[in-house]
């Protein structure tokens, strides 16, 4: 079954605390995405990624940090310097061409 | 990256009618326009897209139309049914680029 995942689906995190979430992919696609989406301000890219070991900040990067270790995987960290990290975080992927984004189901992180 | 306008940001209609939304896009060479639709809580998924050798495209109850001159397009639903009712985005990349820009999202309400 080919597609995107993301993990966990709901997380909770205390403040100052660092968190990670997950994004693995089986569509052998080279780039991969983390957007953040809040109400009303649709899908802001917080960093994306189009070959291993490579990776370039989006528009809000500031509080976040990703790596790019293996083609399938595109972890992102949500550090304690992340002001507002309450959000609904979608990771997606894509050929290396103008074509169709993939996403993930989603994480929904909450500062508790 | 691409800067994508997209309006109205939310859209109530009668089951049955049509329902217009509209987006304009800074780079006049974009070459691709997808639009997403998201039910709540779910990821976005693409339902049409176009290119830019074509004016219109159609699949059944939903439409894309593009105006390379005034730099815009539209998704048109016709004959709306309940299960319409989401958010819609529209997204374009800039010439060449393979990473999207999204607008803000249009919550769509289909009144039975």
């Known amino acids: 079954d080919g597609g995107i995942t993301q993990s966990p689906k709901y997380l909770f995190r205390k403040e100052g605390q660092n968190v990670t979430l997950s994004c693995e992919q089986n569509l052998n696609h080279d780039a991969m995405y983390w957007y953040r989406q809040d109400p009303g301000q649709g899908l802001r890219l917080i960093y994306y990624s189009q070959i291993v070991n490579d990776f370039q900040k989006g528009d809000i990067a500031e509080g976040y940090s990703v790596s790019r270790e293996k083609k399938e995987s595109f972890p992102l960290t949500v550090t304690s310097a992340q002001k507002n990290p309450t959000a609904f975080y979608l990771c997606?992927?894509?050929?290396?061409?103008?074509?169709?984004?993939?996403f993930g189901q989603g994480t929904r992180l909450t500062v508790v | 990256g691409e800067n994508v306008e997209q309006h109205p940001s939310t859209l109530s209609v009668q089951e049955g009618d049509s329902a217009v939304i509209k987006c304009t896009y800074s780079?006049?060479?974009?070459?691709?326009f997808p639009w997403y639709k998201q039910e709540l809580g779910k990821r976005p998924q693409l339902i049409i897209d176009i290119r830019s050798n074509v004016g219109e495209k159609k699949d059944q109850r939903i439409a894309v139309t593009l105006n390379k001159t005034a730099k815009h397009f539209s998704l048109h639903i016709t004959e709306t049914q309940p299960e319409d009712s989401a958010v819609y985005f529209c997204a374009a990349p800039k010439f060449n680029d393979y990473k999207l820009s999204f607008g803000a999202g249009t919550t769509v309400t289909v009144r039975a």
């Open positions: 997606a992927s894509s050929l290396l061409s103008v074509a169709e984004a993939f």
């Open positions: 780079d006049s060479a974009s070459n691709y």
